[in-house]
């Protein structure tokens, strides 16, 4: 389940803004794609994933 905090991107927008996106994961944010309304996958820091 994402972070309440988590901003919600759907597949096609993260593949058009992908280099958009991981910079803002490299400043902590976390992103989490969707597809038709359903949670797909979520983007973290990899310094921070396992907290």
């Known amino acids: 389940m994402?972070?309440?905090?988590?901003?919600?991107?759907g597949a096609h927008d993260a593949k058009?803004?992908?280099a958009e996106l991981l910079d803002r994961v490299e400043r902590g944010e976390e992103i989490v794609i969707t597809?038709?309304?359903?949670?797909l996958e979520a983007l973290r820091?990899?310094?921070?994933a396992g907290d």
């Open 45 to 48: 820091h990899a310094e921070r």
């Open 2 to 9: 994402p972070d309440s905090l988590a901003t919600l991107v």
């Open 35 to 39: 597809r038709h309304g359903r949670l």
């Open 16 to 18: 058009t803004r992908l």
